[in-house]
């Protein structure tokens, strides 16, 4: 369990919600949080820090940067409980939060390096159109081998071999599933290049999971 103080008094600061209208037990825990009421600042980190902690893992790839993601995440979040207007769920809300902290801790422990290509890991074609190598339909084996855990794995590690900056798009929107003008506000870029990054994070996913899947066909 992450440890969180109750806060003080809320500094400004407010993020942003979906037009999902919270429920009435999100209502009734927002009235306590805004009552400084400890249990309900204790419930709330009791049932979200595993799944926050679950995204922020997935954004950062390290354990104890997750951990303190999530804490700052919760802290972030009570000092701006005033301006939550309950217009979106609870976890909804923190979750937006919690992915603006991953991201912009990404941005700091990735600022001045450069970027790794992505064009080798996209699909080639030739003079008439057609792809310049086969494409094996894996996709029945796949979904049958996703039930299993090392599978699970291997995509995993082949999400985490792309470059860093379509790595994450490519999270945001078909692991968190964040539409693609959200991922656009994360990311500072605009809704047409988000398209395009994830478009390119998914042809470079394909490719990696092809080579794994052709390597175990042929063992």
């Known amino acids: 369990m992450i440890a969180v103080t109750m806060p003080g008094r809320p500094i400004g600061g407010a993020f942003p919600e979906t037009a999902q209208a919270g429920s009435s037990a999100d209502l009734a825990l927002l009235t306590s949080l805004r009552a400084r009421d400890p249990q309900a600042y204790e419930r709330l980190v009791r049932e979200q820090t595993g799944r926050l902690l679950s995204v922020a893992r997935r954004l950062l790839r390290n354990d104890d940067d997750a951990r303190d993601a999530v804490q700052e995440a919760f802290l972030s979040a009570f000092r701006a409980i005033d301006r939550f207007e309950g217009a979106s769920r609870l976890s909804t809300w923190l979750h937006r939060i919690v992915v603006n902290v991953c991201l912009m801790r990404l941005r700091s422990r990735n600022r001045g390096a450069a970027e790794e290509g992505l064009d080798d890991l996209l699909p080639s074609f030739s003079s008439n159109g057609h792809h310049a190598t086969a494409i094996t339909?894996?996709?029945?084996?796949?979904?049958?081998?996703?039930?299993?855990?090392?599978?699970?794995?291997?995509?995993?590690?082949?999400?985490?071999?792309?470059?860093?900056?379509?790595?994450?798009?490519?999270?945001?929107?078909?692991?968190?599933?964040?539409?693609?003008?959200?991922?656009?506000?994360?990311?500072?870029?605009?809704?047409?290049?988000?398209?395009?990054?994830?478009?390119?994070?998914?042809?470079?996913?394909?490719?990696?999971?092809?080579?794994?899947?052709?390597?175990?066909?042929?063992?």
């Open 137 to 219: 339909d894996w996709s029945q084996d796949a979904h049958a081998a996703l039930e299993q855990q090392e599978t699970r794995a291997l995509v995993r590690r082949a999400i985490d071999a792309l470059p860093e900056s379509y790595r994450t798009a490519l999270i945001l929107r078909d692991i968190e599933e964040l539409d693609t003008a959200e991922v656009a506000t994360m990311l500072g870029i605009t809704p047409n290049a988000a398209k395009v990054r994830v478009h390119r994070a998914r042809q470079a996913l394909r490719t990696l999971l092809d080579r794994e899947f052709r390597g175990a066909r042929s063992s």
